[in-house]
């Protein structure tokens, strides 16, 4: 499945308007990971039942039996025998109730861990086009309505279904004559569940989508607060998304209106019928064809049936409505990474150098198919070499980063990485032997300490201080009041520009890849931060084959080589003073003001 097809509204089923809930089929592997669980709950299931079902023949005996003359003590027994056929119910009914919530808690725990490992594992393509709020609704809404399924309506409705099933067949056990009647009946009751299902589960979809557009908007605002408030757009962003909610308020209105009516109609069909049966039964008791205990099993009976098709129709709507929300949930699930190791990927050197070559390679993003990013693009970073990439605002620079971290492959060409071809490696292999410094680097909220650990996950707390030690982040964290576990704060907001970059640096030394990428990570750092930064720099590119996409001159001269791009191809390629002395593009942009070597 496709970015754009996660987005595409359900289209009407093809199946002669009966609710699809094939989606639902995708959540039984779930359910039967805990077959001791799932097996105990269908055992209460199935007593709490026969217990239902057990109770008319007790009330049957007693009208029948126990108000003769010479019952004597028998109405006692046929109460006691109704007290402990009760005693079962409840104990049944609330050992099913304990189980079937906790596979349900149990079943959504383990489909939320397992949307979030597909969606971790996606390409970057992918949230190119998804939004953030989407995906968290599909995370928290739609698993809740599943839990909410899993965990009561599915019992409800199996309980519902073996009542209905129980009491038919005791119905026709009891009075085949009043049983034809009912049996009559039935098709004026079940044709409304079909013939709404279908309305009521695309509405159900259709709010469910609303809610996630209200989310997705609420996220982004939210995460960008300050740029809200700046522009002082707080009364246009309470309008939009008092706007989204309210549709997703009709949304929601229309299903629940669609369920309510299905519900009411059923109902009233079901005890309709009830009344019908209980009329013809009576006429036979007058006539003396049946006794009056026969008739109370009988309506008893009829009334569990008549109950059961009623809370069938409630439940069917909600199942229609979780229908929806699985089918939102398995999409996140069949998307297919763009990017993924091939069945037999090629291994790495168990001792990576450092090495990497890019052969012609061409690359252009696949919204823009005709206007390429890179062209041709050819070069070779030896191991423990420094490359300086240089060259206008979007001349390609970060696609190199972007296409070595093999995030997309190129459309021509190809990139090794100590000569195996990245397209044939694992490439999470790849991104191993490569630590990365961002121009904006993601903190988290979380503590320092941990980080820096998501440079290498799982590295003891001396390892984390000695990387931060090189990365100069020791400097402000020995006036923190809680030194490494101080928390940042989301996003970082409790630290400067300097030290967000500082942790993104200690993450790279704590990593100790051998290759090193630099993506302008000091353009946005005052002079005092920059000079720290280049300081922990120039520690963690020792010994290490660095890519630098470069913003001052100070970083340039520093390198062994430089490579310069214009418009996707490499144009000039040498030392400083070459390449100055050439007066090629090179030169201009050398001798922008501040020491600028990159039109911004």
Do not use: C
């Not at 008893?300 to 229609?320: D, M, P, Q, R, T």
């Not at 089918?327 to 996140?332: A, D, F, G």
């Not at 620079?397 to 190129?410: G, V």
């Amino acid at each position: 499945m496709t970015q754009a097809e996660l987005r595409t509204p359900p289209k009407e089923p093809e199946n002669g308007g009966k609710p699809r809930f094939r989606p639902l089929l995708a959540l039984m592997p779930y359910v039967l990971r805990y077959p001791g669980w799932f097996l105990a709950a269908l055992a209460a299931l199935f007593v709490a039942a026969l217990a239902t079902l057990a109770i008319p023949l007790a009330v049957r005996r007693m009208i029948d039996l126990g108000f003769a003359a010479d019952a004597g003590g028998k109405i006692d027994q046929y109460f006691l025998a109704i007290l402990g056929v009760v005693s079962v119910l409840a104990l049944a009914s609330a050992a099913r109730y304990f189980l079937v919530t906790t596979i349900g808690e149990r079943v959504v725990a383990d489909l939320r861990s397992a949307v979030f490992a597909r969606i971790v594992s996606l390409d970057t393509g992918f949230f190119d086009s998804a939004r953030a709020g989407e995906i968290s609704s599909r995370l928290t809404a739609d698993t809740v309505q599943i839990k909410s399924a899993v965990g009561s309506s599915a019992s409800v409705a199996l309980r519902n279904v073996l009542l209905l099933f129980g009491a038919a067949a005791m119905m026709v056990i009891t009075s085949p004559k009043l049983s034809l009647l009912v049996l009559i009946a039935i098709p004026a009751v079940m044709l409304p569940l079909f013939g709404f299902g279908r309305a009521v589960r695309r509405r159900s979809r259709l709010a469910q989508d609303k809610l996630a557009d209200a989310t997705a908007f609420a996220v982004e605002a939210i995460s960008a607060v300050r740029t809200v408030q700046a522009m002082t757009a707080e009364e246009t962003a309470r309008a939009r998304f008092g706007a989204a909610v309210e549709e997703a308020f009709v949304a929601a209105r229309d299903a629940t209106r669609s369920r309510s009516f299905l519900t009411a109609i059923a109902i009233f069909l079901a005890f309709a019928s009830v009344g019908l049966v209980l009329w013809s039964g009576a006429q036979s008791v007058l006539a003396g064809q049946m006794s009056p205990g026969t008739l109370g099993q009988f309506v008893l009976y009829a009334v569990f049936a008549a109950g059961a098709l009623g809370a069938l129709a409630e439940v069917g709507g909600e199942i229609s409505q979780t229908a929806g929300a699985a089918e939102r949930i398995v999409e996140l699930l069949h998307i297919e990474p763009a990017i993924k190791a091939p069945a037999l990927p090629l291994a790495l050197p168990e001792k990576p150098r450092g090495e990497v070559r890019f052969d012609q390679v061409s690359y252009a993003y696949p919204s823009l198919p005709d206007a390429p990013v890179l062209n041709d693009v050819s070069f070779v970073a030896a191991p423990g070499e420094r490359i300086a990439i240089v060259g206008p605002s979007g001349a390609g620079k970060s696609t190199i980063f972007h296409l070595l971290l093999r995030f997309d492959d190129p459309k021509a060409g190809n990139i090794f990485f100590d000569g195996v071809e990245l397209a044939k490696a694992d490439p999470r292999e790849v991104r191993k032997n490569i630590a990365l410094v961002p121009q904006e680097p993601a903190i988290f909220a979380a503590s320092i300490a941990d980080n820096i650990r998501y440079g290498k996950p799982g590295a003891s707390d001396e390892a984390v201080r000695r990387a931060a030690e090189t990365a100069l982040v020791d400097e402000f964290v020995r006036n923190l009041p809680d030194g490494y576990a101080t928390p940042v704060g989301e996003r970082g907001v409790t630290l400067s520009g300097g030290q967000r970059q500082r942790l993104a640096i200690a993450r790279a030394v704590l990593r100790d890849a051998p290759v090193l990428l630099l993506d302008e990570a000091t353009s946005a750092l005052d002079a005092e931060s920059e000079a720290l930064v280049q300081q922990a720099l120039e520690r963690i590119m020792e010994g290490r084959t660095s890519l630098v996409i470069a913003h001052r001159l100070a970083t340039v001269l520093s390198a062994d080589r430089i490579i310069v791009l214009q418009k996707g191809r490499v144009v000039e390629e040498g030392v400083h003073a070459k390449l100055t002395a050439n007066g090629g593009l090179y030169s201009r942009l050398a001798a922008l003001p501040f020491g600028e070597i990159s039109a911004r």
